[in-house]
C-alpha cells in the first residue's frame, strides 16, 4: 500500500466526509517520516514514470515512452500460445518455480545470445522480471550508501531512481556518437583513485543507448574491457536494443569480448518480445550470480511461472527471428519518419543523433531552452517527450529531450514532432525578442535535404558556437 492510497483515519485532515481514499496530509506524512529508512531519502519518482500517467490520456502523442509495437505478434497467437500454456502445462504454469529460471527458457536464452555471438552455459543466467531487476540486484549486491558507480552522460533514466534508492554517488561520463569517452572514463578513474575511491561497477548501454541513440565503437569496446581488466573493476552491459538494429553490421557486447570475466550482462524479451511478460535475465561470473539470486530470493522469490512457459511455448512454435525482422523494418521506418520529421520541424540550432537501432532519439536544443519548461507547454499541445535531465543525477541534460519512434504510429510521428517544433520556436522567437536577435527559421527540408540529414550523424555535443 502507498501513502496515497492509505485509508484515512477519521478527523484527520480537512477532506470531505465519506472519502475513503486521498492523498497524504502533513500530518500523514509526519508520522511515517520518522520510520522511514533514510535509503527512502534517494528515492525518486522516475521522470518516465510520471509521465505515463499523463501519456496514457488518449488525446497526448507520447514520444515519451520506450513502449514496442506489439503488433508484430497478433493477437490470435498469443491468444493460441496461452491456450496451450494453459491447457497443457497449467499445474507447473500456475506453481512456483526455481529461482534462477526454468531450465528451458535459460535454452531459449542461450539462443538470443548466440544471435549475438555470446557462448554462455544455462547454468551461467538467472532469469529475472525484467532487466531492471538486474539493476536493482546489482545495486543491492555491491552498493552502500555512497559508493562510486561510473555510467554514461545521458545515462537510462530507469536506472537513475535505482542508483538514487541504493545512495550511490553517480559519476556520469561524456559520450560522442562513438559512446562513452573511454579517455574521460580514464581520466576519471585516475582522479578517484587518487581520492582512494573504486568504483564498484560502470554501467554502460553500449548499443543504440537509451537515451542518447548512439553504440561505442569496437576499438572503445576493447578499450573498456581491457580497462576494467586491469583494474579489476566490473562492468554492467545493459542490452534490450543489440537486436534491433536496422541498418550496418553488428559489434560484439562486452560480455563476447571479456568472455564473461568482469562483465555482468543483462538482457531482456521486453524488446523483442513484449515488456508485459516481465522478463529478463542476467548472465555473471559465478560468485556474482549466487549473491544476484539471494538477493531475487528476497525480492520475488521467482519470476512469472506463466510468463516463463509462455516464451518457452513461443520459441517452440514460432519464429521469433521473424518476428524479430518485421519489428526492425517497421522500427527502421518510424526512425526514418522521426529524422526527416525533426529535419522539417526544429530550428537550425538544434541537434540530435541518428541512431542505426534501437528505440530512441536524444535532440539538443540551444542552450536557453529548458527542455523541463518545455514539456509543459509540449503538454499543452498534446505531446510528450522525456526532458534530458531525467538522464542526469547532476542536473545536467537541461537542453536537451528524449524522443521515441516506435511506440506511435508514422502519421502520429510528423504529428507529434510538429508540435514540438511549434513550442520550439515559439520558444526562439520569445529568446530572440528579449535579446534583441534574429530568430533563425525552422528548416523547411526538401526531400534531398531530408535525405541528405538522415545521411548526417549529428554529434550528441553541441558544436561549440
Ligand atoms: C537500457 C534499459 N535497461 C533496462 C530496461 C528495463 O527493461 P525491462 O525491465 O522491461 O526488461 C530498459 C527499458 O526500457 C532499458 O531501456
Redesign the pocket.
Known amino acids: 500500500m502507498t501513502i496515497d492510497e492509505t485509508p484515512r483515519a477519521s478527523g484527520s485532515g480537512g477532506e470531505s466526509p465519506g472519502m475513503g481514499r486521498s492523498r497524504a496530509t502533513v500530518r500523514d506524512l509526519e508520522r511515517y517520516a520518522q520510520l522511514f529508512a533514510r535509503r527512502t531519502e534517494g528515492m525518486k519518482s522516475s521522470a518516465m514514470r510520471d509521465l505515463m500517467a499523463i501519456t496514457a490520456r488518449p488525446e497526448i502523442i507520447s514520444l515519451a515512452g520506450?513502449l514496442p509495437d506489439t503488433s508484430t505478434f497478433p493477437a490470435e497467437d498469443i491468444a493460441e500460445l496461452m491456450a496451450r500454456v494453459a491447457r497443457d502445462a497449467s499445474a507447473r504454469a500456475l506453481q512456483y518455480g526455481p529461482t534462477d529460471g526454468m531450465v528451458a527458457l535459460k535454452t531459449c536464452i542461450v539462443e538470443v545470445m548466440a544471435e549475438e555471438g555470446m557462448s554462455v552455459g544455462e547454468d551461467d543466467l538467472l532469469v529475472t522480471t525484467?532487466?531492471?531487476q538486474v539493476?536493482d540486484l546489482v545495486c543491492k549486491t555491491f552498493i552502500d550508501p555512497g559508493d562510486v558507480i561510473v555510467a554514461e552522460g545521458p545515462t537510462?533514466p530507469?536506472a537513475v531512481p535505482t542508483f538514487g534508492a541504493y545512495q550511490a554517488d553517480v559519476v556520469q561520463i561524456e559520450m560522442d556518437t562513438d559512446g562513452m569517452r573511454i579517455d574521460l572514463l580514464e581520466q576519471t578513474l585516475e582522479r578517484l583513485e587518487c581520492e582512494g575511491r573504486t568504483p564498484k561497477f560502470i554501467y554502460t548501454?553500449p548499443t543504440f543507448q537509451?537515451p542518447a541513440g548512439v553504440t561505442m565503437a569496437l576499438e572503445r569496446r576493447r578499450q573498456l574491457v581491457r580497462l576494467a581488466a586491469q583494474r579489476e573493476l566490473l562492468i554492467l552491459e545493459?542490452n534490450?536494443y543489440g537486436l534491433l538494429r536496422y541498418e550496418g553490421s553488428s559489434l560484439p557486447p562486452l560480455y563476447a569480448l571479456d568472455g564473461g570475466e568482469y562483465v555482468i550482462y543483462?538482457g531482456?524479451f521486453?524488446k523483442i518480445l513484449s515488456?508485459g511478460l516481465r522478463l529478463?535475465w542476467t548472465a555473471a561470473p559465478r560468485p556474482v550470480l549466487e549473491k544476484l539470486n539471494l538477493g531475487k530470493q528476497g525480492a520475488d522469490l521467482c519470476s512469472s511461472t506463466f510468463g516463463q512457459h509462455f516464451v518457452i511455448e513461443y520459441f517452440a512454435r514460432r519464429d521469433w527471428r521473424d518476428v524479430l525482422g518485421k519489428l526492425r523494418k517497421l522500427y527502421r521506418r518510424r526512425r526514418d519518419t522521426m529524422l526527416e520529421a525533426l529535419a522539417e520541424n526544429l530550428p537550425r540550432e538544434a541537434e540530435w543523433t541518428r541512431p542505426g537501432g534501437g528505440l530512441f532519439i536524444w535532440a539538443t536544443l540551444p542552450d536557453y531552452i529548458d527542455t523541463t519548461d518545455l514539456l509543459a507547454r509540449a503538454l499543452r499541445e498534446h505531446v510528450a517527450f522525456v526532458p534530458g535531465r531525467a538522464a542526469y543525477l547532476d542536473g545536467r541534460g537541461g537542453s536537451a529531450m528524449r524522443l521515441n519512434f516506435s511506440g506511435v504510429d508514422e502519421d502520429d510521428l510528423r504529428e507529434g514532432v510538429a508540435r514540438i517544433g511549434k513550442v520550439v520556436s515559439e520558444q526562439v522567437r520569445l529568446y530572440s525578442t528579449l535579446t534583441g536577435t534574429e530568430p533563425t527559421r525552422a528548416r523547411r527540408a526538401t526531400p534531398a535535404e531530408s535525405a541528405a540529414a538522415s545521411a548526417r550523424i549529428v554529434p550528441l555535443r553541441r558544436r561549440a558556437g
Request: no cysteine; aromatic share 6%.
Open positions: 520506450g525484467g532487466g531492471q539493476i537510462y530507469g548501454v537509451n545493459d534490450p543483462l531482456t521486453s515488456p529478463g
